[in-house]
């Protein structure tokens, strides 16, 4: 196992190098210069602009502003904001939120996706079942701005239960309803997974073992069937974590959320590429991490992968 890890941590280096690369090349070489943007309509004066590019380090070619940033990069300097603000400091405030966010939205379609697809593998063909397959396939058609209106409009508006926007991002009770639209889609595709795989594992050799010993119908279902059925669930899962990180952009904005999303949708605005990298280095190891994580469950879900 400790080689298999190390050799998976080796393996993620490139990956990392070739991601982080690409990113600030296509950052940097955006339409528009981002240092006479700072002036907006008004004629920038060529002594404050040129000591403006100097000290955000554009004043250089395009190959060493990349290496400088990976220089930077490497002892934790993830460079300054148009504004001044070191870009960590934006990381730091804005993390916090959207990990909550994250988190909430990746409980609610783990628990609820999971008994969704359980039942509805359980009673394949029957009416619930069919009433899970319609449900789920609504939501997968839905696209979350829509989604987002909708919720906020029933709950909000016109059952008053919560506010429209939420006005504390650091409150877990005001970023339930954000996290429920971030994490229906996801929920969807969960519910499916896990009814296909139980189907279909419910008919194995293993399950028919199981049933003759005499085993409690609880112990066959949650130690063998559920177990041995949450490997392609696991896969989607652990790779849906960063996807929720970074495709919370719309539903924070929906919802005032002040979070990832909404730093990263006013960064790309401002044509702040320091800001735009140091975002997707953050999302990176979130799914760099997730995807190892990932490759280790699946030893623990079954006991017959062995990692040399």
């Known amino acids: 196992m400790g080689r298999f890890v190390a050799r998976r941590l080796l393996q993620m280096i490139p990956v990392f190098l070739g991601t982080v690369t690409i990113i600030f090349f296509m950052t940097r070489m955006l339409p528009g210069d981002p240092a006479a943007a ?3 309509d008004k004629a920038a004066d060529p002594a404050q602009l040129a000591a403006f590019k100097h000290r955000m380090g554009l004043d250089v070619s395009i190959g060493q502003q990349y290496l400088n940033y990976m220089g930077d990069l490497l002892t934790g300097n993830f460079g ?3 504004a001044g603000r070191k870009v960590i400091d934006v990381i730091g ?5 959207t990990v909550r966010l994250a988190l909430l939205a990746f409980v609610f379609e783990l628990v609820v996706g999971v008994t969704i697809g359980l ?3 359980l009673r394949r063909g029957k009416a619930f079942d069919k009433t899970a397959l319609v449900l789920t396939l609504l939501l997968i058609s839905i696209p979350v701005p829509v989604l987002g209106f909708i919720f906020q409009n029933v709950f909000a508006i016109q059952l008053k239960w919560i506010t429209p926007t939420v006005q504390d991002s650091m409150n877990l009770g005001q970023l339930i309803l954000p996290a429920i639209v971030l994490g229906s889609i996801s ?5 499916r997974l896990t009814r296909t795989s139980i189907a279909e594992n419910i008919k194995a050799d293993y399950m028919r073992t199981a049933v003759a010993k005499g085993l409690p119908r609880r112990k066959v279902i949650g130690t063998h069937l559920l177990r041995n059925s949450m490997i392609p669930v696991v896969t989607f899962l652990g790779t849906d974590l960063g996807a929720l990180m970074g495709g919370a952009i ?3 904005g929906i919802f005032n959320v002040k979070g990832v999303g909404n730093a990263l949708y006013h960064a790309i605005n401002l044509n702040e590429g320091a800001t735009v990298s140091g975002f997707v280095v953050v999302l990176v190891l979130v799914y760099l991490a997730a995807s190892l994580i990932v490759d280790l469950l699946y030893a623990v879900l079954d006991p017959r992968i062995r990692y040399a």
């Open 250 to 252: 719309v539903t924070e």
């Open 80 to 82: 300054e904001t148009m």
């Open 119 to 121: 039942f509805s593998g």
């Open 187 to 191: 929920l969807a595709y969960v519910a």
């Open 38 to 40: 700072m002036w907006g």
């Open 93 to 97: 405030e804005a993390l916090p939120v």
